[in-house]
């Protein structure tokens, strides 16, 4: 089985090297942590001899160059661009995509972000076909896995990286002994759509639950842009805190939310809007005397 991936996942492209003749590789420019990783990939094309095209747009070259790949297969898995039907009309069996959440809920970027932040106890990487609507085609296959309470976006990437990587495995597979696979709409009534996240979306509400500012900061701390807040005029990224919901964290209903009510060896305490103290571990800011501030907020 012939097949193209299009994207920046080092081991999906290994997956699909392994499984199938892999014929080519496309990808576009991308930043910060995703760059690294399609670094990787390119690299590990380069040394297997695989195809790598790098392009700005899907235009009619592009097609042309994947027409003439003659791919029975398009693996599309973490690439940004929207592809058009005349693109999902080339290869001779389908073209598919892996999501990285439990579909239909989580459509759209930045799944894993999206479902830190909301709490979610388990995530999941679909396996769905492509249609000209966003993550809404039929599902091919879906394997969770747990997120725990007190996991990061960072800490949950390699059971992202495992579960995608042996999904794909499993479907390529299946592909190649069953030919097209028969797939499963998606309930229309249960999507959910999320939008892309900025790193000026980063502001922490202190007027939320503590536990939901906790989930906050972890779904958004290094290596992606981080939580802030200020004191007066100066910005302040919170990385890391302790679980609001141990038994020992105390709470009181007289502090304003925002309010630092302790300071000492680098740990903040900082007062939510349930009455919880939010115990904050790991931060950064320019201003050497953002320890004697009494107060987060607005800037």
């Known amino acids: 089985m012939r097949t193209i991936y299009v994207g920046h996942n080092p081991r999906y492209a290994a997956v699909c090297f392994e499984e199938t003749d892999l014929v080519a590789v496309f990808w576009h420019e991308c930043r910060g942590n995703m760059a690294e990783r399609a670094g990787a990939m390119v690299e ?14 899907l235009d009619n070259l592009m097609k042309k160059i994947m027409t003439a790949c003659e791919p029975d297969l398009i693996v599309v898995g973490e690439y940004h661009l929207l592809l058009k039907q005349d693109f999902i009309d080339i290869p001779r069996v389908a073209t598919i995509n892996m999501h990285g959440s439990p579909l239909p809920l989580y459509r759209g970027a930045h799944p894993i972000n999206w479902m830190i932040i909301n709490g979610e106890k388990e995530g999941a990487v679909t396996c769905h076909y492509i249609t000209e609507g966003l993550d809404c085609g039929d599902i091919i296959a879906q394997y969770r896995y747990p997120i725990l309470i007190n996991e990061t976006a960072y800490d949950v990437r390699p059971k992202i990286e495992e579960t995608g990587s042996r999904l794909l495995r499993d479907v390529l597979r299946r592909f190649k002994t069953e030919g097209r696979i ?16 900025k790193p000026e979306d980063g502001g922490i509400d202190w007027n939320m639950p503590a536990i939901n500012i906790y989930n906050f900061i972890r779904a958004l701390t290094r290596p992606y842009p981080g939580a802030f807040s200020f004191l007066d005029n100066c910005k302040v990224y919170i990385w890391r805190a302790e679980n609001p919901l141990c038994d020992d964290v105390i709470t009181s209903d007289t502090f304003t939310p ?29 201003n050497a005397e953002v320890k004697e501030k009494m107060r987060f907020g607005d800037n």
């Open 44 to 57: 590990y094309c380069r040394q297997n001899k695989v195809v790598t095209i790098y392009h700005e747009k």
């Open 182 to 197: 028969e797939g499963i709409p998606q309930d229309v009534e249960k999507a959910s759509y999320f939008p892309p996240r």
């Open 258 to 286: 925002g309010t630092i009510i302790k300071a000492e060896h680098d740990r903040f305490s900082v007062a939510a809007g349930d009455g919880r103290f939010l115990i904050i571990t790991d931060w950064e800011s320019d």
